[in-house]
């Protein structure tokens, strides 16, 4: 599993002119890949992925939820939300040809079974996750802080 993750001041997901998933305010925008073997890994792989994004200690200065300021916090500390978007082209091969290859990939409904562990993983957590509209033609749109984006793999 592959993540693309970026500090955002706001982010949204828009599927035929309807906002579907959105940030109330600055939080992680998360592109999630699914390679076709995670989903024979079991859970192991869907906690640590959940773990790393809930804890990923990149939102900068802040106060965390028991009120001592912390220097590098993440959403598990501030509550930020996450706004998690299904992202298989983050397993196109591109070494050759002009063609991406999507064969990496997981197939749609293995994936979508993936990206909900995740986000079910996440909520459990007690993490506030929006998200998009899996297998949609998603307009996202993402106010970048920093810049600030890290890929994070399990």
Known sequence: ?????ARVTEASVTVDG???GA???PGLLVLLGVHRDDPGRG???VTTMARKLHELRILGPGER????????????????????VSQFTLYGETRRGRRPSWSAAAPGE???RVV???VEALRARGATVATGTFGADMAVASVNDGPFTVLVEV
């Open 110 to 112: 293995a994936a979508e």
């Open 43 to 45: 859970d192991e792989p």
């Open 23 to 25: 940030l109330d305010g």
């Open 116 to 118: 909900d562990a995740v």
């Open 65 to 84: 939820s028991d009120g001592e300021w912390v220097r590098e916090a993440s959403c598990a500390d501030t509550g930020a939300g996450l706004l998690v």
């Open 1 to 5: 599993m592959r993540a693309v993750v």
């Open 18 to 20: 309807t906002v579907v």
